[in-house]
């Protein structure tokens, strides 16, 4: 009786069955709709390193050109109205950089975990809401546009040229991230509600361009190299689309250059 009872129990210890990998590791849509969420599996020899795996690529899908002038992006801080621009929190909408902190902003969270034993690899499903994420960024695009139309608006009732290009500047700023907002909106959405914005990039640069040409600026230099000096500012200014004269002059720039020989403290003389 002893030797059926040693057989017995020696086929029950061989008898482990090697788990199956589950079916969402290669096919989140499987578990999460594609209607309803966006998701992604990382993988790795932990579960944090597979779940930044997942969350890198899940990022992907904000990872778009985002025109950001650091100079002008500080109209955000101007009060219009009793509001402001969240500048940080636009860009975090349109950059992966609040994913991969897993910022509760844009409901970035871990769905389903599995082990394999076989090979060491944790597995981490993660999601986004379509459904409660699609209104933060609505909300963030109106919110916007208002800022946008009244940029606009003080630019069209500015007193001098000057005012108004720098009013077009900072709309341009504004138009450029709801731009991008929306195209991340359109994908989280998947539908056609994406309001159109009141006025375009494209509408807003070529105001930008016929103002620049009719903004006149006089160049004055004096002191050493005045030529040489002149013909750099002179390529800068256009840069900026003004048109350099000295008729009918909206904005003056005055330069003196003086050289002068410094005697530098050095330890070894030459």
Not at 78 to 85: D, H, L, M, N, S
Not at 108 to 126: A, N, P, Q, S, W
Request: charged share 30%; with cysteine; net charge negative.
């Amino acid at each position: 009786l002893k030797t059926p009872l040693i057989l017995l129990l020696f086929c029950c210890a061989s008898a482990k069955v090697a788990k199956e990998l589950p079916r969402w590791i290669t096919e989140p849509a499987f578990k999460y709709r594609e209607a309803l969420y966006l998701s992604a599996v990382g993988s790795g020899s932990s579960r944090e390193e597979a779940k930044i795996d997942a969350i890198s690529s899940l990022s992907n899908i904000f990872r778009v050109d985002v025109y950001s002038d650091r100079r002008i992006i500080k109209v955000y801080t101007e009060k219009i109205k009793g509001g402001k621009i969240d500048v940080e929190q636009s860009m975090n909408l349109l950059t992966n950089s609040a994913l991969k902190s897993e910022n509760e902003l844009i409901n970035v969270r871990e769905g389903e975990t599995f082990f394999d034993d076989k090979t060491g690899t944790f597995y981490v499903l993660m999601f986004i809401n379509r459904t409660e994420t699609e209104p933060l960024y609505l909300d963030e695009i109106e919110k916007n546009d208002r800022v946008l139309e009244e940029y606009y608006r003080f630019s069209r009732e500015a007193d001098t040229k000057f005012e108004k290009f720098l009013y077009l500047k900072k709309a341009i700023q504004v138009a450029s991230i709801n731009k991008e907002l929306r195209q991340i909106h359109r994908l989280i959405s998947q539908m056609e509600d994406t309001p159109e914005p009141p006025i375009s990039v494209q509408k807003l640069n070529s105001e930008l361009s016929d103002l620049g040409r009719r903004i006149i600026t006089d160049i004055k230099v004096i002191g050493e190299f005045p030529e040489e000096l002149a013909g750099f500012l002179r390529e800068v200014i256009q840069e900026t689309g003004f048109t350099t004269g000295s008729e009918n002059v909206d904005l003056t720039i005055k330069a003196h250059l003086k050289i002068e020989l410094l005697s530098l403290p050095r330890k070894n003389k030459f």
